[in-house]
C-alpha cells in the first residue's frame, strides 16, 4: 500500500490538509490544537493541490509563532521579518501612538508631562546625521534594538545601514512628539508631515503567502473549465518553475517588478527576445493577471514590463509557392513505407496514411495539419452530392473552438481519398484508436512527425513554418483567384474581421463554388 503522503486526511472519503499546532501557540489559534483546508473528495486533485495548501496553513503557523514571540518577549532570529528603514520608522510612529492613547486612557498624568527640549534637539541633529554613532546609540539606540529583536533588521552599530534606521526613527518620534503636543490640546485629527513618513509603504502583519504554483493550478483549472488549458499547462508550467528558481521564493507576493525584470534580462542572454516576449512573460502575465481578477495580488508585477522586439527579416513569402508546394505534394502522395521484419519497428498503416493525405487536404483547405490528422472517418460525408469534410473540437483541438466543413476539392477526390476513408474502419483515420486516458493528443504526434518529415528531406523551406505554409499558401491563391475574403476565412478556420461578418451563414454550397475556383496541381 502506498504511503499516506505527510499533511494528507482523509475523513470519509474526503481529503483534507492537515497541521497539528504546537501547544504553545494554540493561544494565539483561538485554542485550536489542528489547522484544516478542504481539498475535496478526488485523491489526485487532493494531491494537486496539497502543495499550495500546507504553505497556507504553515503562514498561520508562522503569524501565530511571531505573535507569541512578542507576547512573551522571547528572541526572534534576527532578520527574519525584514523591513525597509522607512518601513521600521511607520511601524515605530504608529506603535507610540498606540501607546499614546494607553496612556491617556490611564489618567491624567501622561497628558501634564512637558516635552524635553533637550531631545528635541538631539533627535532632530539625529535626523540631520550630526550625531555620531556613540552618541546616537545614547539617543535612540534601544529603539533599533528593539526592531532588530523583533527580526525587522539585521544592522549593526558602526555600519551604514544602522545610521540609516537610527535616522529614520529619530525622524518617527519626532512626528510622534509633534502629534503628542496637538493632542494635549485636544486635537486627535494630525497626520504625519514628513514626506519620507507619508511615501513609506505600510507595513502589514505577516500574512499567509500566495503561492505562485497554486495561482497557475488555478488559473489553468478554469481555463480546463472552459474546454482550453491543456497547451497552456504544457507549455507554461516550466516557465512558472523558472521563474520560481530564479526568484528563489514561491510566494507571488514577493515577486516585484525588479526581479521580473532581472528574470527578463536573464532570459534574453540564452533565448531569443521574441520567444522571452511571446512565451515566458506572456505566461506570467496571463497567471497574474489572473490572480489580480481573481483578488489574489493587488497589482500585476510583470504588467508592465516590456521587451523591444526587432520586426522580423523576411525575405520571401510566409507560404509554400507554387513550385515548392507541387514538389511536396508529388513527394508525399508517392509516399510508400519502409518495410521490415519486425513487426514493432514497422510504420503504421495510420501514420504512413496521414503522410500520403494530409499534405493535399492541407493545400486546398489551408487546415492546420493537426486538424487534419485528428479527422475521422464520420467527419467526411456526402451533402447534396458534395464531398464534406467536417473539422470539429470533438475530434481534437480547434483553435476557434469551432466546427466548420469545408469542401473537398475534385483534385483531393480524384487522388483517390474517398475511397481511402471508406476502406478504413470507424474512428480515427490517421492514427489507431488509443484506450484510456492520453497525456499527449495522437493527432498533433502525427502532424509532428509529418512535419519533421518533410523537413528532413529539405522539402519545407527554412523560412516557412510547416504548420502554417499551407495556409498562407491557399490564402495566396485565393486572392489571385478573387475569392471572397469572408468564404476564405470560413474555409480556413480563421475568426470573423467584424462583427457584421458574423451575420449570416457560408453555406457549403458558397465553400464548394470558392474551392472550384482553385487551380489543380501538376502532379
Not at 528593539?146 to 518620534?173: D, F, I, P
Not at 503567502?209 to 488559473?219: G, K, N, Q, S, T
Request: aromatic share 6%; proline share 6%; net charge positive.
Amino acid at each position: 500500500m502506498a504511503r499516506q503522503p505527510k499533511y494528507l486526511l482523509n475523513r470519509d472519503g474526503r481529503y483534507f490538509a492537515r497541521i497539528v499546532i504546537p501547544y504553545e501557540l494554540r493561544p494565539f489559534l483561538d485554542t485550536k490544537t489542528e489547522l484544516r483546508e478542504a481539498l475535496g473528495p478526488d485523491r489526485r486533485a487532493a494531491l494537486a493541490k496539497l502543495h499550495a495548501a500546507v504553505a497556507f496553513l504553515q503562514g498561520k503557523i508562522a503569524v501565530a509563532k511571531r505573535e507569541a514571540q512578542i507576547a512573551t518577549g522571547a528572541p526572534v532570529e534576527v532578520g527574519q521579518y525584514p523591513l525597509a528603514a522607512d518601513q521600521i520608522a511607520v511601524r515605530d510612529y504608529n506603535a507610540r501612538l498606540v501607546s499614546d492613547l494607553v496612556y491617556r486612557n490611564a489618567g491624567p498624568t501622561w497628558a501634564s508631562i512637558g516635552i524635553d527640549d533637550l531631545r528635541v534637539k538631539l533627535l532632530r541633529d539625529g535626523l540631520a546625521g550630526r550625531l555620531n554613532d556613540d552618541t546616537l546609540e545614547t539617543v535612540i539606540g534601544d529603539r533599533v534594538e528593539r526592531y532588530r529583536r523583533l527580526g525587522n533588521t539585521t544592522a549593526t552599530k558602526g555600519t551604514e545601514e544602522w545610521r540609516k534606521v537610527a535616522r529614520a526613527l529619530c525622524m518617527s518620534e519626532l512626528e510622534f512628539l509633534a502629534r503628542a503636543i496637538e493632542r494635549d490640546e485636544g486635537d486627535f485629527t494630525g497626520k504625519p508631515e514628513n514626506p519620507v513618513l507619508i511615501a513609506a509603504e505600510a507595513v502589514q502583519e505577516e500574512v499567509p503567502p500566495v503561492m505562485i504554483r497554486d495561482l497557475f493550478d488555478r488559473y489553468v483549472a478554469e481555463l480546463k473549465a472552459n474546454g482550453k488549458g491543456v497547451e497552456a499547462e504544457k507549455r507554461w508550467r516550466p516557465i512558472i518553475e523558472d521563474l520560481i528558481t530564479f526568484s528563489r521564493t514561491t510566494d507571488a507576493r514577493k515577486i516585484t517588478k525588479k526581479i521580473v525584470l532581472e528574470w527578463k534580462d536573464a532570459k534574453i542572454k540564452t533565448l531569443s527576445p521574441r520567444t522571452v516576449k511571446d512565451v515566458y512573460l506572456t505566461a506570467v502575465n496571463a497567471v497574474f493577471n489572473w490572480a489580480v481578477s481573481n483578488d489574489e495580488l493587488t497589482e500585476n508585477p510583470a504588467g508592465t514590463v516590456k521587451l523591444r522586439v526587432a520586426q522580423k527579416v523576411q525575405n520571401r513569402p510566409k507560404g509554400f509557392t507554387r513550385d515548392e508546394a507541387t514538389a511536396i505534394l508529388k513527394f508525399t502522395l508517392a509516399y510508400v513505407p519502409k518495410q521490415t521484419d519486425n513487426p514493432q519497428t514497422q510504420e503504421k498503416p495510420q501514420t504512413s496514411a496521414a503522410k500520403k493525405w494530409a499534405p493535399l487536404i492541407c493545400a486546398f483547405t489551408g487546415a492546420r495539419i493537426s486538424e487534419i490528422t485528428q479527422l475521422r472517418k464520420g467527419d467526411i460525408r456526402m451533402e447534396g452530392g458534395i464531398p464534406v469534410m467536417r473539422i470539429t473540437p470533438d475530434a481534437g483541438t480547434v483553435k476557434t473552438r469551432k466546427y466548420r466543413d469545408v469542401p473537398l476539392h475534385s483534385q483531393i477526390v480524384e487522388k483517390g481519398f474517398l475511397d481511402f476513408v471508406d476502406a478504413s474502419s470507424d474512428g480515427p483515420l490517421f492514427y489507431p484508436p488509443m484506450n484510456g486516458k492520453r497525456r499527449v493528443e495522437p493527432a498533433k504526434t502525427v502532424s509532428g512527425r509529418i512535419s519533421n518529415w518533410l523537413q528532413k528531406e529539405k522539402l519545407i523551406p527554412d523560412e516557412v513554418q510547416p504548420n502554417h505554409g499551407w495556409r498562407h499558401a491557399l490564402k495566396t491563391t485565393g486572392r489571385e483567384v478573387e475569392i471572397d475574403s469572408r468564404i476564405l476565412d470560413a474555409i480556413t478556420g480563421h475568426g470573423s474581421r467584424t462583427a457584421g461578418d458574423d451575420y449570416g451563414d457560408v453555406t457549403v454550397i458558397a465553400k464548394k463554388k470558392a474551392i472550384d475556383k482553385l487551380p489543380s496541381y501538376a502532379i
